[in-house]
Each structure stands twice: as C-alpha cells, then as structure tokens.
C-alpha cells in the first residue's frame, strides 16, 4: 500500500513553504507519494499536481463567486484522487477561504487534516475556530503568539516557528557585484524595488499605480528600479500595464533583490514580512475589488494588514491601502523616509528586531516529523 499524502497550497509563499515541506518529508522515506495541488516548486519537489496554483488565482469574496464552477470541479477531482489512492493524510497550507471548506469534505472521508501555516483567525475574528477545532486534526502554527489562541479554543496547536528562516539562511546568494552584473545594473546606483504581487490580478490592479512613483523617486534619489517578477508570473504582462518602461525586470532572485535594495513599494503579505527580515525600509501597498474591500473592511478585527507590522505588534512600515495605492500618496510616503537619513534608518533599526520574533530556524523539518507520524499511524490502519 503506497504511503500517499494530499497537499493543498494555493498561492506562491504556499508553495515555497510547501516544496520545503516536502523535501523533508521525501528526506525521512523516499517511498512517499504526493500529490495535490501546488506550484513549480513543489512539482520540483516530486509532487504530482493535479492544479497548478495558477489556476487558483482568484482573490477576494466577489472573484470567488465567479469561479465556483471551477471551484466545484477543483473540488471533485481531489476527493475522487483521495479515494481513489486512499489517501488518510492530508496537509493544507494556509489558504483558509478553499482549505477550509474542502477540509470538511476531506473529514467525511476520514482523511486526518494538518493544517500548516494557521489561518489567520487574529484578524479575521474567531468566528472559525470552531470550525477548525471540529476539522482539523493538528494545527502547525508558525507565530508564537498563535498556540496559546488555537490551544485556548481546544485546537490540536504546536507552534514550530517560520519556514521563512530557513528559506532565508539557506539561499544561495550571488555577492552584490556578479548579481549586479548579471542583470547589467549601475553598481553606482542603489535599488528602488517594486513587488507589485504573486498573481496576475495583483499585479494588474498594483503595478500601473506604483511604477510612475517608484520611477520619480529613483531619479530624484539615484536609485534604479527593479521590479521583482513572481516565479508563477509571464514577465511579459509588465508591458502592458504601463507606457513607462524604465525600469529592469528581474525573475527568480527576489532574496538577492531584498539583500540588495536600499528601498521597497511591496505588495502586503508574505512579502513584507520577508522585505523586513532583511532589514528593507519599504512602503506597502495593497489594493482588490471595491466590493471585496467593503466585506473585508467590515470583518477584519485588527488595525494594520501588513504582516511585518502584524509580527511587530507596531506600526512600523506605512500601509497603502485602496484608493490611497496611486501615484502621487506612493510618492509622497516613499519620500518621507528617502529624504530623511535618521527615519530610515529607525525603520532599519526596528526591522532587525523581527528576527527573534520568530524562534529558531527549523519549522519545516519539525512540521514533516509531524505530519509523518500521523501518515505511518494512517498507513498501518490503511494496510491493515
């Protein structure tokens, strides 16, 4: 009996984190099959995808609504797979608005839920707690602050600290001059970086506003703007959302991009917390669907969105939100910390506190210990 494992990520820090995960797991038995859904570097990893994260780039409440056929579909095809392979095991990565709702389908089918990398139930309420108490077998957090709150609600909850730790460490980086030189950069100038997003809606919604002012900031402030492309994303789409083309393109190597840059106009979400581990001042931008806004505007419980300020439990970077993602407020914030030595580099200096905000390095060979011992447990029953 094949020792088949299900896991689900729906977006591209999903999938970096994911692609670790299953290196570890493949590390403890080689015979593991996995399949799922996933991106390029989970499929690298020896994990056979049934969708690619691409397709399930739909984000917010009214883009949902218009692709629940496909969701449906998406839906069907994974519960036939897992009953088809007997799968028992089934590991979901963040992803909360699809994960959630197939994990209950998953559970009447008998199949054990780890759920790796929390819903982030602190800011959306706890309106899903019990929800996830009754579907989730166990729950690996990666913030501290996140046991004690599923623990407190009777969640199965292990904190085993952030896979971006060991992301980070073990990078192979270029040194600064054979980086700037592959991409014909001015070792003269610093980096303005954009990261307008790891999705095509995204980047279409983000990148038109950002790149006028990150063009204007980089020639009154002898920068040169990069625009970090998303594993997952055809470069060429940046083209075509904007007449101004001064700026580089650079796929692949956004770790030696946030090591590199002086400053960032960063997209909120895993980005900027990853931005501010290396110590990266940045504004951040964040921008979806009117109707999107209006529901998120009125169910989310905490005060800021980044999640480098989130982590900090402060405001440290400023946050762009909706209507204020345009040229002109992008410039203007940007040139409050560019034009002023001694706030930039406070922000430097708060930003190298988040390090040890997030426990040792690790969490990926913790969390597939883990989910290991719940499959071997499932596959004896199984085999039985």
């Known amino acids: 009996m094949s020792k088949n494992?299900?896991?689900?990520?729906?977006?591209?820090?999903?999938?970096?984190?994911?692609?670790?995960?299953?290196?570890?797991?493949?590390?403890?038995?080689?015979?593991?099959?996995?399949?799922?859904?996933?991106?390029?570097?989970?499929?690298?990893?020896?994990?056979?995808?049934?969708?690619?994260?691409?397709?399930?780039?739909?984000?917010?409440?009214?883009?949902v609504v218009k692709h629940i056929p496909f969701i449906r579909k998406v839906q069907e095809k994974i519960l036939t797979e897992a009953a088809e392979r007997q799968i028992k095991t089934a590991v979901l990565i963040d992803y909360p608005g699809f994960n959630l709702n197939i994990a209950g389908?998953?559970?009447?089918?008998?199949?054990?839920?780890?759920?790796?990398i929390a819903p982030q139930v602190w800011a959306w309420g706890l309106s899903r707690m019990k929800k996830i108490k009754r579907l989730v077998s166990k729950m690996l957090v990666v913030f501290p602050f996140e046991e004690n709150l599923?623990?407190?609600?009777?969640?199965?909850?292990?904190?085993?600290?952030?896979?971006?730790l060991e992301q980070i460490k073990d990078y192979p980086y270029l040194d600064k001059e054979s980086f700037f030189r592959k991409f014909d950069l001015d070792l003269e100038k610093g980096i303005l970086l954009v990261l307008p997003g790891s999705r095509v809606q995204e980047v279409k919604k983000i990148?038109?506003?950002?790149?006028?002012?990150?063009?204007?900031?980089?020639?009154?402030?002898?920068?040169?703007?990069?625009?970090?492309?998303?594993?997952?994303?055809?470069?060429?789409?940046?083209?075509?959302l904007?007449?101004?083309k001064d700026y580089r393109i650079i796929k692949d190597h956004t770790y030696?991009?946030?090591?590199?840059?002086d400053f960032g106009i960063i997209k909120s979400g895993t980005s900027t917390l990853e931005a501010g581990l290396f110590g990266l001042p940045m504004v951040v931008v964040y921008t979806?669907?009117?109707?999107?806004?209006?529901?998120?505007?009125?169910?989310?419980?905490?005060?800021?969105?980044?999640?480098?300020?989130?982590?900090?439990?402060?405001?440290?970077?400023?946050?762009?939100?909706?209507?204020?993602?345009?040229?002109?407020?992008?410039?203007?914030?940007?040139?409050?910390?560019?034009?002023?030595?001694?706030?930039?580099?406070?922000?430097?200096?708060?930003?190298?506190?988040?390090?040890?905000?997030?426990?040792?390095?690790?969490?990926?060979?913790k969390g597939a210990d883990i989910i290991y011992s719940y499959l071997i447990r499932n596959h004896a029953q199984v085999s039985e």
């Open 5 to 63: 494992i299900l896991v689900i990520a729906g977006e591209a820090s999903g999938d970096l984190h994911g692609a670790s995960l299953i290196r570890e797991l493949k590390k403890l038995d080689p015979e593991i099959s996995i399949i799922g859904i996933g991106g390029n570097r989970m499929k690298a990893q020896g994990m056979e995808l049934l969708f690619h994260i691409n397709q399930m780039a739909f984000l917010g409440f009214a883009e």
């Open 150 to 164: 599923f623990l407190k609600s009777g969640v199965n909850a292990e904190y085993i600290g952030h896979p971006l």
């Open 288 to 365: 979806t669907n009117y109707m999107t806004y209006l529901i998120g505007r009125s169910v989310i419980k905490i005060d800021r969105i980044a999640l480098v300020n989130i982590v900090a439990n402060e405001k440290i970077v400023t946050e762009l939100i909706q209507n204020d993602v345009n040229p002109e407020k992008i410039y203007k914030e940007s040139s409050i910390l560019l034009s002023d030595p001694e706030r930039y580099q406070a922000m430097k200096d708060q930003l190298s506190a988040l390090r040890n905000k997030l426990g040792l390095i690790g969490a990926s060979r």
């Open 105 to 116: 389908k998953l559970k009447e089918q008998n199949v054990d839920i780890i759920y790796y």
């Open 256 to 261: 030696d991009l946030y090591k590199f840059s």
């Open 242 to 244: 904007s007449t101004i």
């Open 207 to 240: 990148f038109p506003q950002v790149i006028p002012a990150a063009v204007k900031l980089a020639h009154e402030y002898n920068l040169q703007t990069v625009v970090a492309c998303s594993h997952d994303i055809d470069e060429t789409i940046f083209s075509n």
